[in-house]
């Protein structure tokens, strides 16, 4: 069998670098079982956490289909390695590399739902870096809210490899950025389960973010309201979120919330966090709600 | 009764898994009439997963006069009330709703997909 050659292009985190990426997806899955990946990085100047913790789950994604992803340690030009040495993502590649260090944030993968090594990965590398001047109280506050995105991706995507995450601290624009993948079903093939109906990918998105809606019914009680203080957490505080899932997409920022289908789509979700690290726009929630639990 | 939610999940309450330990040890005392307390010292992270299998639940078998006069929730934090306070209320909802208005929200969705 030929092995299929992916050219990985220049990535940043725009919409035609989904596409991208979305198209990357699409050769791997139409290559199907056993295919041997060669990921050849020659055209390749940039890389965004975003499209590092996607072909980190790729390569995963190749394997569990008993292929072979092979990367072309040495079509990877100096500047790309240094951050891929930085995050950590060198060693997934077979290179033998330094320890981290710099504005990285480690490439991370979680094969389960262990909420304590998450939350010291958000807490001590993500946010501890001394990049953002956090109070342990802020930090409790931002790592509760990080972990809606993973629990949603463990929860709901029935991902069969787990969950690839990475991130990035920009010093000019002064932002703390988190990507999180997963290769599973996606939020809208969830709802149109759930709904029992085609619907459109934006309406299946819409709704999957509308307070208490879940589409984890089958247990005894009501979920939801994870991604809605997620939402609230991310407008008040000027952040910005994310969500490309199958063919639905989400934004969230202090302008309001966009839903739009995707034409270009693959099987999973792929969710990007940005926040400004400037602790003087934080509002926490220092109130104490006066009116009983109950 | 007193439990102290750091010795039962530590101190990240965030799970389904954590939140059915707490609900496992205080759904019986309580619809028994029974006071108890759920001690949060110690415990720093937050997340929906927790309460909702925890404590939002209750409102199944409980009604809110008897939460109020039964389960004393302490040293929880600002973030810890508010991420409750969100549960509870979605909680409430559900249940105070009439098993017809519950059928109804369920199909919300399908006559959305319906119309298109």
Redesign the interface.
């Known amino acids: 069998m030929m092995p299929l050659k992916l050219c990985i292009p220049r990535l940043n985190d725009k919409r035609q670098d989904f596409n991208k990426l979305a198209h990357l997806w699409q050769q791997v899955d139409a290559a199907g079982e056993k295919a041997h990946v060669h990921f050849d990085f020659s055209n390749c100047d940039f890389l965004r956490p975003n499209a590092v913790a996607f072909l980190g789950g790729l390569a995963r994604l190749i394997e569990y289909r008993g292929g072979l992803p092979q990367f072309e340690t040495g079509t990877i030009r100096q500047e790309i390695k240094t951050n891929l040495y930085q995050n950590g993502f060198a060693n997934v590649m077979g290179i033998d590399s330094p320890s981290w260090d710099g504005n990285s944030i480690p490439y991370r993968e979680d094969s389960h739902?262990d909420?304590?090594s998450i939350?010291h990965y958000l807490k001590s590398n993500w946010l501890g870096k001394g990049w953002i001047n956090v109070t342990?109280?802020l930090a409790?506050?931002i790592?509760?809210q990080m972990?809606?995105i993973y629990?949603n991706a463990f929860?709901h995507s029935q991902s069969a490899i787990g969950v690839f995450s990475c991130g990035q601290y920009f010093p000019k624009s002064h932002e703390l950025l988190l990507a999180v993948a997963d290769f599973g079903v996606g939020i809208p093939s969830n709802?149109?389960h759930?709904?029992?109906?085609?619907?459109?990918g934006k309406?299946a998105m819409r709704?999957a973010f509308a307070?208490?809606?879940t589409t984890a019914?089958e247990l005894?009680?009501?979920?939801?309201?994870?991604l809605?203080?997620l939402k609230e957490f991310i407008r008040i505080n000027h952040g910005h979120l994310e969500i490309y899932s199958k063919d639905g997409y989400a934004r969230v920022d202090s302008n309001g919330e966009v839903y739009e289908n995707l034409a270009t789509f693959f099987d999973g979700t792929l969710v990007q966090v940005r926040l400004v690290c400037d602790d003087t726009l934080y509002l926490?929630?220092?109130?104490?709600?006066s009116?009983?639990?109950? | 009764m007193q439990i102290k939610v750091k010795e039962l999940v530590g101190e990240n309450a965030m799970t389904k898994a954590d939140g059915e330990k707490v609900y496992s040890l205080i759904h019986d005392p309580l619809i028994e009439g029974q006071t108890v307390e759920l001690d949060f010292e110690g415990v720093e992270v937050f997340a929906s997963p927790f309460f909702n299998a925890g404590v939002g639940r209750l409102y199944a078998d409980l009604q809110s006069d008897a939460l109020n006069a039964g389960l004393k929730i302490n040293h929880l934090s600002s973030f810890g009330q508010r991420v409750l306070h969100r549960v509870l209320d979605n909680a409430k909802e559900y249940y105070l709703a009439s098993p017809a208005h519950r059928q109804a929200i369920d199909r919300i969705v399908q006559d959305t997909a319906a119309a298109m």
């Open positions: 739902e909420q304590n939350v342990p109280t409790n506050e790592a509760g972990w809606e629990t929860e709802v149109r759930h709904a029992g109906k085609p619907i459109h309406e709704w307070p208490g809606n019914r005894p009680f009501p979920r939801g309201m994870g809605d203080l926490l929630s220092n109130e104490q709600e009116s009983p639990f109950f």
